[in-house]
C-alpha cells in the first residue's frame, strides 16, 4: 500500500537580490516532508511565460532562426515571451504571436503548462499549439535579439528538433508535445 505522498512547507521567504520586474532572487527556509529543515534553498521568480508553436494554413511551422544571450550559438525558437501583469496566458499567446510574427490563428490548442524548474520555481510556462495561422501585419517585436522568421515544413520540424537545434527546454517541449498533439489527432 502507498502512503499519501506529502508537500514541502515554506516557513519563511527572504528577498536576497531585486533585478527589475524580470527577477527576483529568494532564500527559503522549508520543512521536507519528513520534518527536516532545508535553510538557504534558492528560489528564482520570473514572469510567467508563454510559448506558441504556429502552423500556418499551408501548414508550415513558424519559427525564429536567433542568436539569444544564455545559449551559445545558433538556435531556432518558436514564439514566446512574458505574461504581462494580470494577463490571461491564453491571451498572452495571442498577442505575442501577433507581435513578434505578424500573424493570427483562429484555432488554438492549450499543450498544458508546466514548471519551469521544480527545485528553484523560475515560473511557469504555458504551451499552444495554433492552427491555421496568417499573416495580418508586419512583426511589431520589442525583442533586442537579431532573428529571422522561417517556415519549416513537419519533416525540418522533426529534423530540427531531433538535431537538437531548439536550444532551450521550453522550446523543445512545445514542439515534441505539439507533434505528438498532432499525431493523436490524426488517429
Given at each position: 500500500m502507498t502512503e499519501k505522498l506529502r508537500p514541502f512547507k515554506a516557513l519563511s521567504r527572504n528577498t536576497?537580490?531585486?533585478?527589475g520586474k524580470f527577477l527576483k532572487v529568494e532564500s527559503h527556509t522549508v520543512e521536507s516532508p519528513d520534518g527536516r529543515l532545508i535553510e538557504d534553498r534558492g528560489w528564482l521568480v520570473v514572469p510567467d511565460?508563454?510559448?506558441v508553436l504556429a502552423i500556418t494554413t499551408d501548414q508550415r511551422f513558424l519559427c525564429?532562426?536567433?542568436i539569444k544571450y544564455a545559449v551559445e550559438g545558433v538556435t531556432l525558437a518558436p514564439v514566446g515571451g512574458m505574461i504581462e501583469l494580470g494577463e490571461d496566458p491564453f491571451e498572452g499567446a495571442k498577442r505575442e504571436l501577433l507581435e513578434e510574427t505578424g500573424y493570427e490563428a483562429p484555432e488554438w490548442t492549450s499543450l498544458g503548462s508546466y514548471c519551469?524548474?521544480?527545485d528553484r520555481g523560475n515560473g511557469k510556462r504555458y504551451l499552444?499549439?495554433?492552427?491555421?495561422a496568417t499573416q495580418v501585419a508586419e512583426p511589431?517585436?520589442?525583442?533586442?535579439e537579431d532573428?529571422?522568421?522561417l517556415t519549416l515544413s513537419r519533416e525540418e520540424l522533426e529534423t530540427a528538433l531531433l538535431d537538437g537545434q531548439f536550444k532551450a527546454l521550453s522550446w523543445?517541449?512545445?514542439v515534441a508535445v505539439a507533434l505528438c498533439h498532432r499525431n493523436a489527432s490524426s488517429t
Open positions: 536576497v537580490l531585486k533585478l511565460a508563454v510559448i525564429f532562426r536567433q519551469a524548474d521544480p499552444f499549439l495554433a492552427r491555421q511589431n517585436s520589442d525583442d533586442v532573428q529571422e522568421i523543445t517541449a512545445v
